[in-house]
């Protein structure tokens, strides 16, 4: 298994995720409006928590233990948030950091994938 630091796979695949979501808007949406409510529906803890449950079966042993690192990663939240969520959501960006930093086919490959997960209303 590729040694990674868990953090940076997480700050970096956050930025990757959006940017991902924001090039989809900016195919598809007609508005400044309709781009952030596509942003806001889809770059959020709860819909990334949904989508690393949805992956789970696409995954194999050596990406579920990446996860299970991301999952374990000390973060900071509001009160207000679920811990549970946010850790699944930061799993699942640590993932995408893994593969965007290591494995750049396996990323496109993922987000093939999570594009039936997306339905873009403009």
């Known amino acids: 298994m590729i040694q990674c630091d868990i ?3 997480a700050y970096i695949g956050d930025a990757v ?3 991902f979501i924001r090039e989809i808007c900016i195919q598809k949406a007609k508005t400044q409006k309709a781009m952030h409510n596509f942003s806001v529906k889809y770059v ?3 819909f990334q ?3 690393l449950g949805e992956l789970d079966e696409f995954l194999n042993e050596e990406e579920k233990e990446i996860t299970r690192r991301g999952r374990n990663l000390k973060i900071s939240i509001g009160k207000k948030n679920n811990p549970q969520i946010h850790s699944l959501a930061s799993a699942f960006e640590v993932l995408v950091g893994y ?3 290591y494995d750049k086919k396996r990323l496109e490959e993922l987000f093939e994938i999570v594009k039936k997960y997306l339905n873009p209303e403009f």
């Open 99 to 101: 593969f965007y930093l």
């Open 44 to 46: 959020n803890a709860s």
């Open 7 to 9: 953090k940076q796979c």
């Open 17 to 19: 995720w959006e940017l």
């Open 49 to 51: 928590a949904h989508l």
